[in-house]
């Protein structure tokens, strides 16, 4: 990523199991995270630390989203795991 | 000024126009009429014309306006003999119905010229009463009531979700619930798996579930597969429902009731939970995505750890089994916007409640366009619970 591009700020949330990957020192939600124009959830999902072999469903202002998804300024992001329990 | 039956009688006349029983057939034939039966409930249970709709003259223009919201549309109204029908046609004229006529000779001359009719599924007293509330809803009516007796609806699970939604099932009258589940019930389930007591611990849960749900309602057959559900046995279990509920506890059950579901073309009513959270959907081949759609993998073994590696609080499989259920009956009903292509998560200590919308993924191994998953797999293999064959084992108990 061009560190030289404009910076981008998200609004995030993690649910359930992906709490884990919470930034240190994060206690409420959602959180801020800066990134650069350009970015995509992927990057998002590098910066939070969250391993690509973890199953999740990524929603971008209210639409599931693949990785690949260019993110806008300002934009809310919500990853949401499977859950096993029953 | 008063006036006698006669002159009520002349007075609808000059309005409606009266049909005879050739007359309704052709016009049924040719347009998009709407058949207003404005008989007692007890004579349009013996018999009325197909198609017809049942609306007693007593509550006349009480409902027909949310049984019938547009006023152009055409309406023929019988009774038994066509005189009741004669007088509320003149009432829905007079309510602005644009085009109203009665049958003369109503249903009686209809029947003795061995025209088509039907007779509707004969409720008992016990179940006119049961089913009461349901009957006075239009979008269920004793059709639809009709239609939750003869469904077949197949739970995964006996548990926490299981038990709301096979309780409100049976208490809608669903006329078979099948359940699979090969445990026995433990104390430690009591706090949220409400089919079960505290005085069969240790018994299968199956039974335990069947003695509840028929004493709740004796209508209700329910059948017990105590059994683990397995690729030998799914698609022979799911063959004789109609709606598949998972309501199951591990991931492995998980993929396996999901591809099932896809190549038998049954809709697989979805909820899982985890300690606050649980989320529901509905995934129906053909309509909308499926649960490989969304988690192609499954979470690495032990990123995801199940309510009794987590812990959860005992009224959220209320709440989520409650939507299992909701959702099983609109789909047997056909009405309402079932959760097909839409998830619902609860965030119970915020209490925030959101609905995504969900994408089906053309290149999804099981319903994709081409399909490489065509048969049922190892699913505890494929979650890596057990390493291939050759392998040996590792840890495969179910999260449970």
């Known amino acids: 990523m061009e560190e030289s591009a404009r910076p981008i700020r998200l609004s995030v949330k993690l649910h359930a199991t992906l709490r884990r990957y919470l930034p240190a020192g994060v206690e409420a939600e959602p959180f801020s995270v800066e990134l650069f124009e350009g970015a995509r959830v992927s990057d998002l999902l590098a910066r939070l630390g969250i391993p690509d072999d973890h199953a999740k469903i990524c929603i971008v202002d209210g639409e599931q989203s693949p990785k690949e998804r260019v993110l806008r300024d300002g934009a809310s992001v919500a990853l949401f795991p499977p859950l096993a329990g029953g | 000024m008063p006036k006698t039956v006669q002159e009520l009688l002349q007075d609808a006349r000059r309005v409606v126009p009266e049909w005879d029983t050739e007359q309704v057939r052709k016009a049924l034939d040719s347009q998009d009429w709407v058949l207003l039966d404005v008989r007692e409930k007890d004579e349009y249970r013996e018999g009325h014309l197909p198609g017809a709709i049942s609306l007693p003259r007593g509550f006349l223009e009480l409902r027909v306006e949310q049984l019938v919201p547009d006023k152009r549309k055409p309406i023929i109204a019988y009774c038994a003999g066509g005189t009741r029908s004669l007088l509320a046609a003149k009432q829905l004229i007079e309510m602005g119905y644009e085009k109203v006529v009665s049958m ?151 993929y396996l009731v999901n591809d099932a579901c896809v190549m038998l073309g049954k809709p697989n009513v979805h909820g899982s939970i985890f300690q606050f959270e649980g989320q529901a959907s509905v995934f129906y081949p053909g309509k909308g995505p499926c649960y490989r759609c969304l988690f192609p993998e499954p979470p690495p073994p032990g990123a995801a750890p199940s309510c009794a590696e987590a812990g959860v609080l005992g009224v959220l499989p209320g709440l989520v089994g409650c939507v299992q259920a909701l959702e099983t009956i609109k789909l047997i009903l056909g009405v309402g916007k079932p959760l097909i292509g839409r998830m619902v998560y609860f965030d119970t200590l915020s209490m925030e409640v959101r609905i995504h919308k969900l994408r089906r993924d053309p290149k999804c191994p099981v319903c994709g366009e081409q399909p490489t998953i065509t048969k049922l797999i190892d699913y505890e293999e494929f979650c890596g619970l057990r390493t291939p064959v050759g392998g040996g084992a590792v840890a495969a108990a179910a999260a449970r």
């Open chain 2, 104 to 254: 003369a000779g109503g249903f009686t001359a209809w029947k003795n010229q061995g025209l088509p009719w039907k007779q509707d599924r004969q409720f008992t007293a016990e179940q006119l009463t049961r089913y009461s509330r349901h009957f006075l809803l239009p979008e269920v009516g004793e059709d639809g009531q009709s239609r939750l007796l003869d469904a077949k609806v197949l739970l995964i699970g006996a548990g926490g979700l299981g038990s709301p939604t096979a309780f409100y099932l049976a208490a809608a009258g669903v006329g078979t619930i099948g359940i699979v589940d090969h445990d026995v019930v433990d104390l430690s389930n009591l706090q949220r798996q409400i089919l079960h007591t505290h005085d069969r611990i240790g018994m299968p849960k199956v039974e335990s579930a069947r003695m509840t749900l028929q004493a709740l309602n004796p209508d209700v057959k329910v059948i017990g597969y105590q059994e683990r559900l397995s690729s030998e046995n799914a698609l022979r279990l799911f063959a004789d429902y109609d709606v598949i509920v998972d309501g199951c506890d591990n991931f492995p059950t998980r």
